[in-house]
């Protein structure tokens, strides 16, 4: 490995001799190296990423995508830390070596992570980063950004295949969720209502991260202070209430996302007051009314929509999520919808907290 990224650093013209690499456990698809170089006494760290292409199928798309966002963030805020991904003697910010692996160079950050919190500060602070991310790029033209993944957090169209699925039953296993199905199909017109107000042209089109977990912030390992977003695979054009929705959803689950006993998930509206304290400080300048109003209706709708896809991946046979073992599929799903039924519940008081957040905000 060592002489792999050895020709890799020489493609990205890295100053120095490459002193040391070790592997980082950071997140499950790409492989990540932080790679120290050395020139003269002097050490400067970077990260190498080889992409997993098997589970990215454009990535030259996603580099181009993120060659244009960080370059614009980097010329907006110079005095501030972002991303900097490097880039080959060719003007690429990525390079395919011989075995066709795909390889990027990134700019390392001294930090720390977390993969979940229970500190409202943390929470509060994860919401302000990802609010800043939505600031940053409130004014860069999305237009020109590739949509990576269609559709990928289009609410009718999931709900559409979810609902094609049960007709066609090619596992057989309807039957045996018709409790679930029912309920989707309830609030399936609720759900759906934002994703056709977008494609309506009604609500703006922003650039999305798509990916708002946690773990996706780096920390100052002191202060506990956000210093950037990372992770930007999954940015394309999008509403900005999905991208607060996910991460709400995720946060505010007092619960994992697999966790089959049903009465231990709730939504924590401490953590949702922390989280849209942060979001909505960063944002509330550059955000619309519209988009502010539909706050609590986007957590909803999207916790509907990642329940109606856990289902969907059920009923025709498991094909897309890794399933640890049997039903575990339907496991998300209950958790998933168990937790739409308590934001239901709570979609007064969280609609109080947004607008005394943004109050107190003012």
Request: hydrophobic share 35%; proline share 2%.
């Amino acid at each position: 490995m060592f002489e792999t990224l050895k020709i890799v650093g020489e493609k990205f013209r890295l100053p120095g001799e490459l002193y040391s690499y070790h592997v980082i456990a950071m997140g499950n698809i790409n492989s990540t190296y932080k790679v120290t170089y050395t020139n003269e006494k002097t050490f400067k760290s970077y990260l190498f990423q080889k992409v997993n292409t098997n589970v990215f199928k454009s990535p030259v798309e996603i580099m181009e995508n993120i060659d244009h966002v960080t370059s614009f963030i980097r010329a907006k805020y110079p005095d501030q830390i972002t991303l900097h991904f490097h880039h080959t003697n060719e003007g690429t910010n990525y390079y395919i070596d011989g075995d066709d692996a795909f390889w990027r160079v990134i700019n390392y950050v001294d930090s720390v992570t977390f993969n979940a919190s229970d500190d409202l500060h943390v929470i509060e602070a994860t919401g302000k980063a990802f609010g800043n991310f939505q600031t940053q790029l409130s004014d860069f033209d999305g237009s020109i950004l590739h949509e990576t993944i269609p559709d990928f957090h289009n609410t009718k169209k999931r709900l559409d295949t979810l609902f094609a699925d049960v007709e066609m039953d090619e596992c057989g296993r309807v039957k045996e969720v018709s409790e679930e199905i029912a309920y989707i199909e309830s609030v399936r017109e609720q759900a759906a209502e934002l994703s056709v107000r977008f494609e309506n042209g009604e609500i703006p089109k922003r650039v999305t991260h798509n990916d708002t977990k946690c773990n996706n912030v780096l920390f100052d390992s002191v202060t506990k202070e956000p210093i950037v977003v990372i992770d930007l695979d999954t940015i394309m054009p999008g509403m900005s209430m999905y991208d607060f929705a996910d991460a709400v959803r995720f946060i505010a689950n007092t619960a994992v996302e697999d966790e089959p006993d049903t009465s231990k998930v709730f939504f924590d509206t401490a953590k949702f007051r922390a989280f849209a304290n942060g979001f909505i400080g960063a944002t509330k300048d550059s955000l619309t009314e519209i988009e502010i109003e539909n706050l609590v209706k986007a957590t909803f709708s999207i916790t509907i929509e990642l329940a109606s896809r856990f289902l969907d991946d059920y009923i025709t046979g498991d094909k897309y999520f890794r399933c640890e073992y049997p039903k575990h599929n339907l496991v998300r799903t209950r958790c998933q919808l168990q937790l739409a039924k308590d934001i239901a519940r709570k979609t007064d008081e969280l609609e109080w907290i947004i607008r005394d957040v943004l109050e107190k905000r003012s």
